[in-house]
């Protein structure tokens, strides 16, 4: 079993940056692929970013391409989103997911384990 602790979120205001965290315990982390995904006030949950498990591979949501980097750093099971010139359309509660299997992949139902949610609000 795993257990994911989303942290990081905030209000910011446009343009600002965040970075969020997503610590795990449990397994063995470096195995797991990761994955972040956020939920926007009246809209469903959607995929922002994933990276593999040796943090070699990434890839990225259209609409945050550019502006959102994902990494991790397996020794202290962690992985993160870092999130530049933030919009207000980047309001949303965001998840980290994780998945026994260690590649990539945008789909929520391929993600076994899920963190909390950090809710992150950019104003205009």
């Known amino acids: 079993q795993v257990q994911l602790v989303d942290a990081g979120g905030g209000l910011v205001q446009a343009g600002d940056s965040l970075r969020l965290s997503c610590t795990a315990s449990g397994r063995t982390f470096s195995s797991l692929g990761m994955g972040w995904f956020r939920r926007a006030p009246g809209k469903e949950r959607e995929f922002v970013a994933t990276i593999s498990y040796s943090g070699r591979y990434t890839y990225y949501a259209n609409s945050v391409k550019g502006r959102f980097t994902v990494s991790r750093d397996n020794a202290k099971n962690a992985v993160y989103l870092q999130m530049n010139g933030l919009k207000p359309e980047d309001t949303a509660v965001y998840y980290c997911?994780?998945?026994?299997?260690?590649?990539?992949?945008?789909?929520?139902?391929?993600?076994?384990?899920w963190g909390q949610g950090t809710q992150v609000t950019v104003s205009s």
């Open positions: 997911a994780g998945r026994s299997a260690g590649d990539l992949s945008s789909r929520e139902n391929a993600y076994e384990y």
